[in-house]
């Protein structure tokens, strides 16, 4: 068996993401090989290959791969598919998007955001939002995943020296441009790769009091911002701090809930966090089941009152 | 233009699903049913670019059960012209899906393919990337604005960190975000109208598509409870719980 993981990046670096799609490879057994595909993506291959125990990263550098456009990716992917048992990618916004298209192109079956490995052809999945939990089994010659990240732990991206070895461009299918990105652009760490996550919910009441309260905290924390839906919603904070059920999935060491209710669709989200805390004036608020530890009252009292307790 | 929406019939979001105790999935029996989310917002994104003049016919699809023929009425009642049921009995996953609607995309020759970006049962996220690549048309996933001008379409996509804008050109296959549009309630005129509009029905033999699921699912269980902690008197005595017992600061 050969396992290839498909590598996100942004040509310069790798995002934290691959190494745990490693680890969830790392459970299949065999050969693991990363594909890093872009433009002007050396970097990316350097650190994809002293991640320890890949036994070859593959490097396909050509313009068409820059911007990471499904259509030319998923066909790069499947002429090379022939001489692999798996292939694998984050489910992640990048990888959700190119991974179907290698199952059309290969006629073999896709499991979604897998959060075990049970066997070489059987993983664990879980379907309406986390409410159930599916094991599945693929009769396919090759295995298409998407890995929820938060899922397995992280493979050291340090201390390996794998072989990079050049993989020939598909054309351009020509048919897709990116026209432009914005990203949002903070100091602080990302939300999929946070140990501490500080998030804010309607409770703080707008958008002000979400910043001038939380961002201290987070700052004094290193923590990465996180809002609940109708945080988003109210337009307190941009999209990309959901976390949830439609937002991102977390599993941060600490998860920080203030003035969350805990929606089903938030708990989907960050219930599988180490330690949870919740801040919330409502007693019967739902986060408290979820909660390690609870502390009822004022967030607009509490907050300052914790950003200053934390060293 | 003609716009192909196709939608799904699942159980509805506001309901909390419970596990069958033979493990053999989720139980289905007297639960509220309804159109999945994310196509309720594609609905909405065709019969607005129909209000426009953009599109010139909307033509709603679902494959499942008899039983889709509700959720084809209230996509009409929105607004969309007309309708097609394929319908099966059999347990219909994602690539399946995608070549029953391949098969009803080269039968109507839509110039848009606009569908929600998964279905809140599965979860997947793959019907719409799968129908794109099995037709080589370019595709546009998580749409949260969706512009149509010359050949091209121009979509802003919600991605991991912000957003992206992708140009492809037609014809082409785009998925619906949450923040797409607003979908609005049927009127009941609108239902009452729902009931006179055309709905075909098709079955996957007559497409020669051969719908029987790939996938085994072994077993489906609840997930593990998360038990409730304690709650704690103030911030101080938080803290150091963080500290000592928990060992996370």
């Known amino acids: 068996m050969t396992i290839l993981v498909i590598a996100e990046h942004d040509n310069a670096s790798l995002k934290a993401a691959t190494c745990n799609i490693v680890t969830a490879a790392g459970q299949i057994g065999g050969e693991v090989h990363i594909l890093v595909a872009g433009h002007n993506c050396a970097e990316a291959a350097k650190a994809a290959a002293k991640i320890p125990g890949i036994a070859k990263v593959r490097v396909a550098d050509a313009p068409q ?17 022939g001489e692999y048992s798996h292939i694998a990618a984050p489910a992640s916004a990048f990888g959700k998007n190119f991974m179907p298209r290698l199952s059309a192109l290969l006629d073999a ?38 890995v929820r990240a938060a899922a397995f732990d992280a493979a050291p991206a340090d201390g390996g020296s794998a072989a990079i070895e050049p993989v020939a461009p598909e054309a351009d299918q020509g048919v897709s441009k990116l026209i432009g990105r914005e990203l949002t652009v903070s100091a602080r760490p990302e ?64 998860y920080i809930a203030i003035g969350i209710s805990g929606a089903i669709q938030h708990l989907a989200g960050m219930k599988d966090s180490k330690v949870i805390v919740a801040i919330n004036k409502d007693s019967e608020a739902p986060i408290f089941g979820v909660a390690d530890y609870g502390l009822v009252g004022d967030l607009f009292e509490l907050v300052p009152q914790l950003t200053a307790a934390v060293a | 233009m003609k716009i192909l929406v196709p939608i799904k019939r699942v159980i509805d979001y506001n309901v ?25 917002i594609s609905v909405e994104e065709a019969v607005r670019l129909r209000e426009a003049g953009i599109a010139t016919e909307t033509v709603a699809v679902s494959c499942g059960t008899t039983a889709s023929q509700e959720t084809l009425r209230t996509a009409m009642a929105i607004g969309i012209d007309r309708s097609i049921l394929v319908e099966t009995d059999v347990e219909l996953q994602p690539l399946a899906v995608a070549k029953l609607l391949k098969a009803v995309v080269e039968k109507e020759q839509p110039t848009l393919v606009i569908l929600g970006k998964q279905a809140i049962d599965d979860d997947s996220n793959q019907v719409g990337q799968i129908l794109a690549a099995l037709l080589g048309w370019p595709q546009a996933t998580f749409a949260s604005k969706v512009h149509i001008e010359g050949g091209n379409v121009t979509v802003m996509r919600e991605v991991d960190g912000g957003l992206e804008t992708v140009e492809l050109k037609l014809p082409a296959i785009v998925t619906t975000d949450l923040r797409l549009n607003e979908p609005r309630y049927a009127t009941l005129p609108n239902i009452m109208k729902a009931k006179k509009k055309p709905l075909e029905t098709l079955k996957p033999e007559a497409l020669g598509v051969d719908p029987a699921p790939r996938l085994k699912t072994l077993k489906v269980v609840e997930p593990p409870k998360r038990a409730g902690g304690v709650k704690v008197a103030d911030v101080q005595e938080l803290v150091a719980k963080l500290k000592n017992e928990a060992k996370v600061l």
């Open chain 2, 16 to 40: 909390k699903v419970r596990v069958k105790a033979d493990g053999s999935g989720v139980d289905l029996a007297n639960v509220k049913m309804s159109m999945n989310p994310f196509d309720e």
């Open chain 1, 109 to 146: 079956a896709q499991i979604s955001d897998i959060i075990a490995v049970e066997s070489a052809d059987t993983f664990v999945r879980p379907i309406y939002a986390g409410n159930a939990l599916a094991t599945v089994q693929s009769p396919d010659p090759v295995k298409l995943l998407t």
């Open chain 1, 65 to 81: 791969y820059g911007d990471q456009l499904a259509e030319n990716l998923a066909a790069l992917i499947a002429a090379h598919a």
């Open chain 1, 191 to 254: 939300l999929g790769a946070a140990k501490i996550i500080v998030s804010g919910g309607r409770g703080l009441g707008n958008g002000e009091n979400f910043h001038s309260l939380l961002e201290p905290l987070a700052d004094k924390l290193g923590a990465a911002l996180g809002a609940s839906r109708a945080a988003v919603d109210a337009g307190y904070v941009p999209n990309d701090y959901q976390v949830g059920q439609t937002g991102k999935v977390v599993a941060p060491q600490l």
